[in-house]
């Protein structure tokens, strides 16, 4: 008698597998877990992957889809594990085709959040029109080479304005502490165009600049064949509103004509704030961070993180996240876009003005590591101030870095230990050098920040470096850390997404205040897309 068998496709948790033997392959590992044979294991995949090197060993530890086969009470039987469950799948939103729209939508802003957007427009069956400042990626990298090899800054297209805004000259992060079912349509696209399919289940995925630099052009020409428009080079200028509504906008010299524009403009757009606020657009002030970014030995960092045995050699450069909550002032204090093996960036968009940034590529290989380590900026701090406080705030500090520097956006350094407690340092030790160009100047940063976020910042210093022996000493500090996110946020509707008191404006991602990275602005644009005109 032929016995009757079912398949069922299960979700199992938390499997390890340590570094050393993960040649063995995941089927092997699956079944020896559940006490199978592989011949009843089909189709196994791995949903997530993270590292557990809190111990001696160094385990992958996975959570795996497969389908089982078996006669039903040996699947009950295997279901009865807390660590088993039956897989279910997300159901992702589908975007509504026909909006009624009788003009094309316009959006400003080529970064993630404006690139999703359009992505979401096609897929509904719209040919937006997109206006980007900066310039495609191939000259805008020319760009920035200039100005890190000899301090030349174009102010319209640099490491933050151009095709596949700020990202597109960062780690290419794609961590969020979102739950949106969104995330994976937005990983996919990346995969796609050419990402590492490893980006759809590691728990810490990462593209490089390098990768982004291709895969954005390539997500590009994909819309281009359905019809959408990119007009690089061209800065919007205005906006025209009739009866409260939007009817157009200025872009460069012209005007175009469309009822729903789409501001993806990322956190640096100072010129488009002032727009807003002189348009009467509503607008409040958010919080956000400043400090200085602090660069160590790779070497140091990996050694500090998994000790000195060669059996992490497999995971690539460590990285880190500290967090501290000063008692004393009320603030929180951080360390932010970790970069292992990277470099630090100048990422100015205004002569006069000093402002720095983490970057690696895919390979993570540089000597070094970097990471913000900033101080929370509340937003009462400039109450009764006006809605721009904290952008005039943030220009300041940039302001006296330059300076501090010695203008030619050198940028200013200083031991971490000579910050927290002694004296400057005319000479940086040779043990310190800084990835940082064009070039540094060593500094006493102690007189860059005002002191209620000073001496906070120190304090936490202090408290990582109990969690990470030699951090201080081992550290040096880079400013200034400004741009974290965007000081203000353009208040919207929480349900069609458009801004209130002005129908057809509709703000996204991480410049209107509504998102912190790669994948939380792209799933802001899509989401936008989809509800815009309900």
Known sequence: ??????????????????????????????????????????????????????????????????????????????????????????????????????????????????????????????????????????????????????????????????????GTFSDGKLTTRIKSPLKEKVLKEFVKAGAEEEILYVSRPHIGTDRLREIIPHIVE?????????????????????????????????????????????????????????????????????????????????????????????????????AYSDKESGRGVYTFCMCPGGFIIGCSTAYGQLCVNGMSIYERNSPWANSAVVVTVRFDDFAGMGV??????????????FSMGGEGFFAPVQRAEDFIEGEKKQVMDKGLECSYRPG??????????????????QRGIRNFDRRIPGFINEGLLVGVESRTSSPVRIVRDPKNFQALGLRGLVPVGEGSGYAGGIISSAVDGIRAAMQFDT
């Not at 872009?251 to 009467?280: N, P």
């Not at 540094?440 to 910042?457: F, G, Q, V």
């Open 1 to 166: 008698m032929v016995k009757k068998t079912k398949k069922i496709q299960i979700k199992i948790l938390n499997l390890r597998q340590p570094l050393t033997e993960q040649k063995s392959g995941l089927k092997k590992l699956l079944a020896d877990e559940l006490g199978l044979s592989a011949e009843n294991i089909h189709n196994v995949q791995i949903l997530r992957r993270s590292t557990d090197s809190r111990h001696k060993r160094i385990d992958f530890v996975y959570t795996i889809s497969a389908i089982i086969e078996l006669e039903e009470p040996e699947l009950n039987i295997i279901l009865q594990r807390k660590d088993v469950e039956i897989l279910k799948k997300n159901r992702s939103e589908r975007p509504l085709k026909n909006s009624g729209l009788k003009t094309r939508p316009v959006i400003v802003g080529l970064g993630p959040a404006g690139l999703f957007a359009a992505i979401t427009l096609a897929e509904r069956g719209l040919k937006p029109i997109i206006i980007e400042r900066g310039e495609r990626i191939d000259r805008r990298i020319t760009s920035v080479r200039k100005f890190w090899e000899k301090g030349i800054l174009n102010p319209e297209s640099n490491t933050l304005f151009g095709e596949g805004g700020a």
């Open 222 to 322: 994909n819309l281009e064949h359905k019809g959408v428009e990119f007009c690089f080079n061209t800065a919007l200028k205005d906006i025209v509103i009739e009866s409260g509504r939007v009817t157009g906008v200025i872009a460069g010299k012209d005007f175009i004509r469309s009822e729903v524009l789409f501001l993806a403009i990322g956190h640096s757009a100072r010129d488009t704030y002032k727009l807003l606020y002189d348009r009467g657009i509503k607008l409040e002030p958010k919080g956000f961070a400043v400090g200085l970014r602090i660069e160590h030995p790779q070497e140091f960092i990996d050694k500090c993180r998994r000790g000195k045995g060669d059996e992490s050699s497999g995971l690539g450069p460590a990285d880190y996240f500290l």
């Open 388 to 401: 721009l406080e904290g952008v005039e705030f943030q220009r300041q500090l940039e302001n006296r870095a």
């Open 440 to 457: 540094t100047s060593s500094s006493d940063l102690r007189n860059l920040l005002p002191e209620h976020l000073r001496a906070p910042l």
